[in-house]
């Protein structure tokens, strides 16, 4: 799609700025109804497009991401532009720098369409957790996007935008992309830099790309990742380190915990249809175990939340907002933070308080830590068997909007089969493989830490396999 | 979890509750709790607790002056509406 698009560009079958006037008509037509977005940043993308223009009519080369047009989740600084994260409690900030991954953006000439709308905070399975207005379904209006970065899938899944980026704490990337039927990475943690992203839980969060397909999904992770000074947990990822796969000498591994109990029959079943295609590829397909994976969800719900807590203390009503006129300092703590909160984000907040308080911390928050190294391992072992694994992304299709807001627990669950890569590390990709009563099916492949790039190869025969 | 207990929890988080609104996260912090308590059937004797995304070891860097940090701050500043010579307003505490 991005190199149909620049190929369409260089060879002037379409000036840029058409381009982009054609992206905000689609959004002016369907986003009444979707709201993917939160804000968007009409003028600037167009003062670009015709630079853009006058480059490419100047005779002058331009790089494959010059001209596309992309969105951002509203968790991720533009330099001038508002950016909520979602929340009420930073409703009027503006942000005073980019981001490193909009600042590579930028560099390579990807033209910003607009912020799109979250769960607030990245805390939520749905996007009805935004303190502005629900996303929906681009497949079913009735029903959730998936979140948190709800708003980004459903823009590029209604063609509203090329491709999008998003962020990963649990599965905030893989899992809407899933219920919106498009590609989402998550890449392995540290290879693409947090600075810039509000912070949800640091030792967990990513930045990766939504999109049509992998090939774009590639070409986006290539620009964005890489060592930054501002980030020390950054590193650079080399593409070279990582062989080019091929399906023969392939072993993918079916972790049996993923296709147990819980997951919904037609999902299992395209899935399966899926697998046995790859084999009939000449692929080596094995049955693998991960014994802790169900561990995994109630180790996140501590140490997710533990990281919240610490994180979002920087909401103090003071920093980042106009000063309410309270009488005295407490006031405008509690009262801030109080309303400008919403009902998720507080109890997150308040149950990581409680699991690092004096007297907790070890039977919670050690434990978990503890746990998180065993899971770790158990991914780390497994891979000496296996190259890959596949499963699927979401135990459920998408359901409808209002069906789970009101039970916390079960929203969690959503996350079930996707939590387990950010605890490790490593990276994970949605790919779609079909669909049943017009909702998307898709699965999941995981791959050790830092495969990234041949993680993406091998998707890319994948998905020419499903296609 | 009680109402004592909840109300110390949001004193240290800094969040004021309206009394329905306590009710409710009590409740939900209750079974969360629940949930996450299956931990406690691993045995985890003698694991190291993985404090970090990876299980690589800390990076250190020598200890340099960021000129791109220094110059942020300012920018970073107007973020707040109630500055006072280049310091955040707040009422009086004492």
């Known amino acids: 799609m991005i190199k149909e698009i620049h190929n369409k560009l260089i060879n002037s079958e379409i000036t840029a700025t058409e381009l982009i006037k054609g992206y905000f008509q689609t959004i002016d037509e369907k986003d009444n109804q979707i709201k993917a977005f939160l804000t968007l940043t009409k003028d600037s993308a167009l003062e670009q497009a015709e630079k853009i223009d006058e480059k490419i009519k100047g005779g002058k080369e331009i790089n494959v991401l010059e001209g596309i047009p992309y969105a951002i989740k509203d968790n991720m600084l533009v330099k001038g532009v508002k950016t909520t994260a979602g929340s009420k409690i930073l409703e009027n900030y503006t942000a005073s720098f980019d981001a490193t991954v909009i600042k590579k953006l930028k560099k390579q000439g990807a033209i910003l369409l607009g912020k799109t709308n979250m769960d607030e905070f990245a805390m939520g399975s749905s996007t009805e957790n935004s303190a502005f207005f629900a996303t929906k379904n681009p497949h079913d209006l009735e029903r959730v996007p998936g979140g948190s970065s709800g708003g980004s899938a459903a823009s590029v899944a209604s063609k509203m935008s090329v491709f999008a980026l998003g962020s990963d704490t649990g599965g905030s990337i893989r899992q809407p992309a899933g219920f919106c039927g498009v590609v989402g990475f998550k890449p392995s943690y540290g290879t693409v830099s947090r600075y810039g992203l509000i912070a949800m839980a640091s030792s967990l969060d990513i930045i990766g790309p939504f999109a049509e397909n992998v090939e774009d999904a590639e070409i986006i992770f290539k620009s964005i990742t890489g060592k930054d000074s501002m980030d020390s947990t950054s590193q650079d990822i080399s593409v070279d380190t990582n062989k080019t796969q091929n399906i023969q000498n392939t072993v993918f591994g079916l972790p049996k915990e993923y296709f147990q109990e819980g997951l919904d029959d037609k999902i299992k079943k395209t899935i399966e249809e899926v697998i046995e295609k790859i084999k009939s590829q000449g692929a080596t397909i094995k049955e693998v175990s991960l014994p802790s994976t169900s561990y995994a969800l109630p180790c996140y719900y501590i140490i997710m939340p533990a990281e919240v807590s610490s994180n979002l203390a920087r909401f103090d009503g003071i920093r980042y907002s106009s000063i309410n006129d309270y009488p005295n300092l407490h006031d405008i703590y509690f009262k801030t933070r109080g309303e400008g909160f919403g009902e998720e984000v507080r109890r997150r907040i308040v149950l990581g308080t409680y699991v690092l308080s004096s007297g907790y911390y070890d039977a919670y928050y050690k434990k978990a830590q503890q746990v998180r190294r065993l899971i770790a391992k158990e991914f780390k072992e497994v891979f000496e068997e296996v190259d890959f694994l596949i499963t699927p992304t979401s135990p459920t299709f998408p359901f409808k909007i209002g069906e789970k807001v009101d039970d916390p627990l079960s929203m969690y669950l959503s996350d079930i089969f996707t939590v387990g890569a950010n605890i490790a590390g490593i990276p994970a990709i949605n790919l779609p493989c079909g669909k049943a009563d017009n909702l998307p099916i898709n699965m999941q492949i995981i791959g050790p830490y830092l495969s990234d790039f041949s993680l993406l190869n091998i998707s890319k025969t994948i998905e020419n396999i499903i296609l | ?94």
């Open chain 2, 1 to 94: 979890m009680d109402f004592k207990e909840i109300d110390h929890l949001l004193e240290l988080a800094r969040i004021e509750l309206s009394s329905q609104e306590k009710e409710k996260i009590a409740l939900d912090l209750g079974k969360i709790l629940d949930y996450v308590r299956q931990l406690q059937e691993l045995d985890t004797n003698n694991v190291e607790p993985m404090t970090g995304g990876t299980l690589l070891e800390n990076i250190c860097r020598e200890d340099n002056v960021n000129k791109e940090k220094q110059d942020l701050s300012k920018e970073l500043k107007k973020s707040a509406s109630n500055l006072k010579d280049d310091s955040f307003k707040i009422p009086p505490i004492f």
